[in-house]
């Protein structure tokens, strides 16, 4: 039993086996297509979401919090072909529940339930996809999202920038390697489908087969196009070329001037807050990284505008392999290196009004599980080893029947605010207890014994380099926080 | 449609005005028995993780995190009546699953896999139960449980100890008043049940029963022993006077010459223990708080020693409306004040284990929720208002068409690290900047205007005291710093 593919077996046997498996302790997991973190992988997760909060906290975010199930009701309608991996809830009487597939739904109801107009906000959570067997393969069924998004009626393209500025600062603080934010515009893709006589119908269809561009060749694409979804060779050739273009406001400046895209007002209307969007993100001074690619083609029904996605430049990225291939990076498929996505979404808030009240928003999603995966391949390779806890003193003893005095000791440590840890035997061996220090990074060491409690001192030994120190009991305090200011 | 009885209603028709009333905006999240946290409450509650999270990593605690579903089976027959409130999952295909009860379950299944013979672990998540109507009235479905335990063949009661003494120190840190920490012991009253003639095959049963003695009087337990669960009056009432005793160390002392209670063996297991309990409370300083009680009597299935539960003194509660009165506190039943509860459940682990191996663990979990609900109180009737983001300056103008550089300001500011935002319009009002500073508490404004840029000056704003001084640019980033060391 390897990763299980999971709508596939339904029976009773199949069932069987995996608790079968379960009671092995082995693949429990991978079975049901989640995962336990461990405390290393805890210790990571930790560093990388500080980096994200503050990132968020810079840029004057609040938080809020939504409860992991809403009204199936919610989530109906707004993931297109994806809502067959939602997950529901058992009907156990009351009202029918899903698993949240994603936080921007959830924020969308949060702000009409609650008639806010503008707000800036973070939310850090798990979110639930039964994925397709055909793309389980290391994909995980739970998986974290951090979003930022800027929801109210704004002046154009501000918050847009910012949102980029966001995942330039992040990716170039969690130090990934390089990395390009690519940018486009639902309005240009859907002014570009018109102006290659893409049938208005045909719109969405054709734009999630663009989407597999960074997954196939155009070749492929085009076959797709024409083949299954009945588009003129012509027009897919259309398409084509413009597809391969990328830039900067250069591009955007020459599509304005191109005679069959400037037929489309949409397009025209996208090209413009193109241009302005680059002056901002001059200004801010991440074009660097930004890259116009017509190529860019977001899956989800909600988007309305400017889109972008993160990825990792090859270089930068350690091999990963089928296992650690997580979560989706934003909000839908994975590109190899994808680690965030996002764009404008002025429509969604509206679905959730009564009176249809829009709330212009937009927004990004930092694909965490691939970044954890980096990380956690990156910890693996470097010789520092990953601490899973903050202790900085261990409390111990050479002699016997000291438990007493030793639990003294430790109580005076925490009450000072000192991390301390004591071990929960009555004669530990010192060996054992300097050992724990070894394997769990603690890097001091609070001996007593009956010389040190008449003499009114702490023999204090520093773990890596085996120095003691006999310091009186009264400065033991100012003295560990001394040596481990870093640590505390 | 107030909070609704969940489970009365799966008509077609219940659902409708749930749909419905989630329309009109209202009431939504009562309906589905959960909540959403605005950013107030976000704030709040991230203040209170903070304190104890630095108490369990004082402590040398690692964190795990475990999946919010497990195979249903994972979950079955570990909290005996109170399985009929588990969430589960609708069977699309796949494994049975549900959604997690507590997070003590999941603990011991991640132990019994990754064969952990020992570890400190802390862990706070989201729990779920589909609580029944009858006690639904104020208290949610999805609700947060932090859990600290220690898992590992230790010497008695030093894990017990420490346990208490973190219960000990964020009662006191959070402030909430004073509290008291019952103990007891199931081996004490197993042995007490059957020292009264409680025939064996009713100890569960009656055990129930004395754990309502925090909500009903005496009496009313007495006649439900007698009356509904056919205990002999005669048992009833020397049950009733064991569990009138309350003290410390002595009262176990006296127990243990107790003529009927010295008969129970397991009794003076679990008397020797809390003497020994005591002891080690005496040297990490709590004894003042902790009291041997022998009416406490937890529900849960799994405890096989020491038990033990914290209380507010009603003095230190504010009036909780139902509203107001939310999850759990520990791992079932509230009583009124009721905070943190946990116990020793050495039998769990080898539930999951093939081979039965038993992991002997002992924790805590701390009522998160009704925690939040005081601090809300507090922070509501004081003065001091609630920020709900950390930004330091707020960058302005007073002039039109100083829109790039108020961009350009706050970019410097970002990449220095300072918190800081920007109003996303072109030409907003200089009353509408300051207004927005006013509301969310940011203590600073950094103003441009064309006579600023000649000179090379910021003028820095002190919202609070309408202070304005000019700062040379080149010295805002040290300025503002200075100015809001406590904030950042």
Redesign the interface.
Known sequence: LVI?D?????TKT??QE??LS????KY??K??G??????KQ??I??KVFNTIISCF???????????????K??LTGKYGEDSKLI???????????S?RYDLTVPFA??L????ITN?K?YHIA?V?R?DNPAMTRGRYR?FYQCDFD?A?Q??AM??DA?CL?IVY?ILSQLDLGDFRIKVNDRRILDGMFAVCGVPDDKFRTICSTVDKLDKMPWEDVKKEMVNEKGLSEEAADQIGEYVSMQGGMDLAERLLQDQKMSQSKQACAGLSDIKLLFS?LQ???VTDKVVFDLSLARGLDYYTGIIYEAVLSQAGVAPVSTEAQNGPPGEESVSVGSVAGGGRYDGLVGMF??KGRKVPCVGVSIGIERIFSIMEQKAEASAEKVR????QVMVASAQKNL??ER??LV?EL??A?????VM???NPKLLSQLQHCEESGIPLVAILGEQELKDGVVKLRVVATREEVDICRADLIEEVRRRTSDAS
């Open positions: 299980c999971h709508s596939f077996f339904s199949k069932q995996i608790v379960f009671k092995q302790g429990f997991n079975g049901v989640t995962r336990d973190y461990n405390p805890m210790a997760r930790e906290k810079r840029h004057g975010a609040e938080t809020i919090d939504t409860p992991v199930f809403e009204l009701e919610t997950y529901d809830l058992k009907d156990q009487g009351g009202e029918l529940l698993l109801r949060y009409a339930m609650n008639k707000i906000r798990k639930y039964r739970e800027i109210g704004y002046d501000i918050p910012e500025k600062e901002y200004l801010f001074q009004d009564p899973t806890t903050e202790v438990l007493e639990l003294k109580t925490w009450n605010g000192i991390k301390a840890e929960y035997k009555k």
